[in-house]
């Protein structure tokens, strides 16, 4: 079996596409599989430093730019795609997975090309244009939230949640002595706003800071000022631009500060943390919000506006989830309950459905909502 996986850009694009490859080498453990993502993308470090083949495509994103990039992207997609069908080839792909972003586009064309069959993995609660544009052409689409399945034809749709990268380990007790563990994560590459508003709200709950246990992700670009803002407040916190295991401190924590791109809400899911989450709030689509919304409407996390008085809401709650860790352990139990800890495992069953040329696993009922490859 031969898989090429596109997409990426992000690290919510790249991550359920590395868990899907790690879970359908286990699988099938004499499958290859090849990634194909975008020069410029979040990928293109990323996979640099681990075990994957890749191929990458010079491909750029649509929105949000001029006329005149708009021609510019145009051009060099016509190229990506023409070059993407050749990566096809050279590799002998029997199934293209399309794993969202700009940096899909090219290869899942490539692959409606080529009559290679194609497979769609969406991780938002409202899908992203590039999805958009080849759910007609896909055989069958994953969703990572049920709503999302509206968005699409009914019966390409399979609701299986996002695939993630580890398996959740069992949380370190918390006692009533002990400090409230507290993780903030931007998303892959950080978020600034993100970063002054959890430091301006550390500031307004002063003393009460001092007994929080942080560990906070900021992004390249915000790990030295952070450190500062911290070193100001005179907090021990760590700080780290990237954490490459994000398990290891999901387990740990009590309470996760966090944008909500859908792969933070599947992970944060996934281990039962109760969640503060900020939405991203420059997107028109506001995937990020509505990623959030799920969880929210289970109890199991709170929803915060990213706007001038963001430091002011989360020192208030903060205060008071501190103060309340039998909420804090209830949250994150209705948080668990949204979660799809098989999500890779079925994606992987569907996409050797698909090489084998064989009927489609029927798609499981609906659950209910209680609670090997070389070097580049």
Not at 12 to 34: D, N
Not at 119 to 141: C, D, H, T
Not at 283 to 307: K, T
């Amino acid at each position: 079996m031969k898989v090429a996986i596109a997409g990426g850009g992000t690290g919510g694009h790249l991550f359920p596409a590395v868990a899907l490859a790690h879970e359908l080498l286990r699988q099938h453990p004499r499958a290859q599989v090849l990634f194909v993502g975008a020069v410029g993308g979040f990928e293109a470090a990323w996979l640099a430093r681990h075990e994957f083949s890749y191929e990458l495509l010079n491909v750029s994103g649509w929105r949000g730019h001029s006329a005149r990039e708009r021609l510019a992207a145009v051009v060099k997609f016509m190229r990506a795609v023409k070059a993407a069908r050749a990566v096809l080839r050279q590799f002998g792909a029997e199934l293209v997975v399309g794993a969202g972003g700009y940096a899909s586009l090219p290869t899942a064309a490539a692959a409606v090309l080529g009559r290679i069959p194609l497979l769609l993995m969406e991780q938002n609660a409202k899908p992203g244009l590039a999805n958009r544009l080849l759910s007609r052409f896909a055989r069958v689409i994953c969703v990572g939230f049920e709503p999302t399945a509206a968005f699409f034809p009914r019966a390409k749709v399979r609701v299986t949640g996002n695939p993630v990268r580890f398996k959740p380990q069992a949380p370190a007790p918390q006692t009533c002595s002990s400090a409230l563990r507290l993780l903030v994560v931007g998303g892959s590459t950080g978020a600034h706003r993100l970063n002054l508003g959890v430091l301006g709200a550390l500031e307004k709950i002063g003393r009460q800071a001092a007994s929080i246990a942080i560990v906070h992700q900021t992004g390249a670009a915000d790990e030295a000022p952070v450190k500062q803002g911290y070193a100001r407040l005179g907090l021990a916190a760590q700080v780290a631009a990237f954490i490459e295991d994000i398990g290891s401190q999901l387990a740990q924590a009590d309470l996760v500060i966090s944008r909500a791109g859908a792969m933070a809400v599947s992970e944060i899911a996934l281990f039962g943390r109760a969640a503060i989450f900020v939405p991203y709030p420059f997107h028109r689509d506001r995937q990020q919000e509505l990623n959030a919304r799920v969880i929210e409407r289970g109890g199991g996390a709170i929803v915060l506006r990213d706007d001038e008085a963001l430091a002011q809401n989360l020192a208030r709650e903060l205060t008071l989830l501190t103060a309340d860790p039998q909420r804090l352990r209830e949250m994150g139990r209705r948080a668990a309950a949204a979660a799809r800890p098989e999500a890779a495992a079925e994606i992987a069953k569907l996409c050797a459905a698909l090489t084998d040329r064989r009927p489609f696993p029927s798609p499981p009922r609906r659950r209910s909502r209680r609670l090997h490859a070389g070097a580049h």
